[in-house]
């Protein structure tokens, strides 16, 4: 019953820190999405991949990067936090519809 | 042209009163479609999906209108936990045999008492 798993929960993080959002699915599912959601506002693409070895940008790109070295895992790396990058991030995987992850909640101070 | 755009709302309806939602969406090609829920701070789940000939779940029904190229979701005898946003969801170009999905912004719904 896992589905997609993100971890961690919640971060703060200092200005210019770097850290890695780790998420995980064991549905087999190529598809594979990370989004921010920041408050109040809809959900916005930061990349997305569609099998292991295959990533593309999404519309809110600068200042990730991520990678897909198999089918399960998607991490998504923040090389030098900024305060705009405070936000929930939500990791998701599909085949036909979308499965979320419980979202990891990210403060930069 | 957005992909996919909802009505942001907020929609404030009595309880037991009717509401719908409407969602476009601009890839004449979209094969598939969702309704999504997300309460606040909460992942988003899924609602229903919607076919072509339409579906019902319960006080919930789901309509495709392809020629105009909208979905539509329709809640009946709405309950105070019926409040939530809901997210409108359609596939976008296929790649490699399978589907990347396109949420919509949401459309925000309060129930009052």
């Known amino acids: 019953n896992a589905g997609v798993t993100q971890t961690p929960k919640f971060r703060i993080l200092k200005i210019g820190q770097s850290m890695t959002l780790q998420c995980t699915q064991d549905?087999?599912?190529?598809?594979m999405y990370w989004y921010r959601q920041d408050p109040g506002m809809g959900l916005k693409l930061i990349y997305y991949?569609?099998?292991?070895?295959?990533?593309d940008k999404g519309e809110v790109p600068n200042g990730y990067n991520v990678s897909r070295s198999t089918t399960e895992d998607f991490p998504l790396r923040l090389e030098l936090a900024a305060p705009s990058q405070t936000s929930v991030y939500f990791c998701?995987?599909?085949?036909?519809?979308?499965?979320f992850g419980q979202g990891t909640r990210l403060t930069v101070v | 042209r957005k992909e996919v755009e909802q009505d942001p709302g907020p929609f404030n309806v009595p309880e037991g009163a009717t509401v719908a939602f409407n969602c476009t969406y601009s890839?004449?090609?979209?094969?598939?479609f969702f309704w999504y829920r997300q309460d606040c701070r909460k992942e988003p789940k899924l609602l229903m999906s919607?076919?072509?000939s339409g579906n019902e779940d319960g006080r919930f029904t789901a309509q495709l209108n392809r020629a105009s190229q909208y979905i539509s979701l329709l809640i009946r005898d709405s309950k105070l936990s019926d409040s939530a946003t809901y997210l409108c969801?359609?596939?976008?170009?296929?790649?490699?045999?399978?589907?990347?999905?396109?949420f919509g912004t949401g459309t925000r719904l309060t129930i009052i008492p």
């Open positions: 890839n004449s090609a979209s094969q598939s």
């Open positions: 919607v076919y072509s």
């Open positions: 969801v359609v596939n976008g170009p296929a790649d490699f045999g399978n589907e990347k999905l396109t």
């Open positions: 991949s569609v099998g292991a070895g295959i990533t």
């Open positions: 998701a995987s599909s085949q036909r519809e979308a499965f």
């Open positions: 549905m087999n599912h190529n598809y």
